[in-house]
């Protein structure tokens, strides 16, 4: 078959299957599992797929409907306008995340090269980006578990290995930093019931974040508070609604100048503070 049929067939698969953005993934889908160029239905629609092409990417559409993320599938995702490694065992980037990253480059802007820990680091894309991003930040990257400090290793292998990479409890903490940066797990108990099968694939440790999802917050804020300079910032992303419950953690726990960011989407995505 052409790449033009198998492309239709794809798309006609997932719209059927209610898969969103169904042109999109089965472009993307057979561009990094054939090694197409870019839009491959454009760019090479009369190219003569294999028989072991065709086996493959069918077989890989078929995974995709049964709700297995399209990330895994093709084993990396941007962020930040670079490319980072996921699959099984760690956190799939997500753009609204890149807002946290913003807040923290912007934040630092105009001072001296920061010493920053990334904790929950997951794929290592904040902390990878925060050290791309700010010329001579000293970053350290902290992940527990084994799936996910696999991807962290190699990612930063593949991008330079910009920042040090720590597996240890994020709750423990350590040293002395300019910035505390986190998305930490948040969903509670009840969202955790309602994730959308996507999700469900993730891990359940980068995800859950207690009964109320606060857990993180709380602990993150109370136990890091010594090891975060004078001037320092603190950097959370945010289920849409916990916004003020995070502000008042990091107030009881002596912060200042707790504040809410939103989202392109005008939803509460961010909350920053500083230690005074």
């Avoid at 993934?25 to 294999?50: F, T």
């Avoid at 995505?269 to 005074?276: G, H, L, Q």
Wanted: charged share 30%.
């Amino acid at each position: 078959m052409k790449v033009k049929e198998v492309f239709e067939k794809i798309e006609k698969t997932f719209l059927k299957a209610g898969v969103d953005s169904p042109a999109f993934e089965a472009s993307v889908l057979m561009e990094d599992l054939l090694e197409l160029p870019r839009n491959p239905e454009i760019n090479v629609p009369e190219k003569e797929l294999g028989f072991e092409q065709e086996e493959k990417i069918f077989a890989a559409a078929k995974k995709r409907i049964s709700g297995y993320p399209l990330q895994y599938l093709i084993g990396n995702w941007e962020f930040f306008g670079r490319k980072f490694f996921v699959g099984e065992g760690v956190l799939i980037p997500r753009p609204e995340t890149e807002l946290l990253c913003e807040t923290v480059l912007k934040y630092f802007s105009r001072s001296l090269p920061p010493k920053v820990a990334d904790l929950c680091s997951g794929s290592g894309c904040i902390a990878i980006t925060v050290a791309k991003e700010l010329s001579g930040a000293d970053v350290t990257a902290v992940e527990l578990y084994d799936g996910a400090f696999e991807h962290l290793e190699r990612n930063n292998a593949f991008h330079g290995n910009c920042v040090r990479a720590i597996k240890a409890d994020a709750l423990v903490p350590f040293g002395k930093f300019d910035c505390i940066v986190s998305n930490p797990p948040y969903i509670d108990e009840n969202e955790m019931k309602e994730l959308q099968t996507e999700v469900t694939f993730e891990p359940e440790t980068a995800l859950f974040g207690g009964s109320d999802g606060l857990d993180f917050y709380r602990a993150i804020s109370k136990n890091w508070f010594e090891h975060l300079n004078e001037g320092g910032l603190i950097a959370f992303e945010i289920g849409d609604t916990q916004g003020e419950a995070v502000v008042s953690i990091l107030l009881e726990n002596g912060y200042k100048n707790a504040a809410v960011r939103k989202d392109y989407e005008g939803r509460d995505r961010v909350v920053t503070a500083v230690k005074f």
